[in-house]
């Protein structure tokens, strides 16, 4: 059992900058990838970053590519996901994610999941 707890979402304006963190418990860290997904209103759940189990790989949607940064500390079973230059369609419900398979490529998928955090809101105003 994995137990995953989010925090940093927040209002901020478009240009502005989020820090997103999600703290692990539960089994050896670096034996899963850890992601990101987001959900905004009336649309599915979509991936947006993640990171392998040893932190050297690491994959990005194209609409975050650039913009965001995803990263691990294996030693503070921590991954965090640094949101630059936000936009009004950033807005979303962002949950954090491990998936045990994925541990080597980062590969993760929505149907891959092992584990979702509860969800943290991030509103970007224009």
């Known amino acids: 059992q994995v137990q995953l707890v989010e925090s940093g979402g927040g209002l901020v304006q478009a240009g502005g900058s989020l820090r997103l963190s999600c703290a692990a418990s539960?089994?050896?860290?670096?034996?899963?990838?850890m992601g990101w997904f987001r959900q905004a209103p009336g649309k599915e759940r979509e991936f947006v970053s993640s990171?392998?189990?040893?932190?050297?790989?690491?994959k990005y949607a194209n609409f975050v590519r650039g913009r965001f940064i995803i990263s691990r500390d294996n030693a503070k079973n921590t991954v965090t996901l640094q949101m630059n230059s936000l936009k009004p369609e950033d807005t979303a419900v962002y949950y954090c994610?491990?998936?045990?398979?994925?541990?080597?490529?980062?590969?993760?998928?929505?149907?891959?999941?092992?584990?979702w955090g509860q969800g943290t809101q991030v509103t970007v105003s224009s």
């Open positions: 990171i392998s189990g040893s932190g050297g790989r690491t």
């Open positions: 539960g089994r050896t860290f670096s034996s899963y990838a």
């Open positions: 994610a491990a998936d045990f398979n994925t541990y080597i490529t980062a590969a993760m998928t929505l149907a891959g999941v092992d584990y």
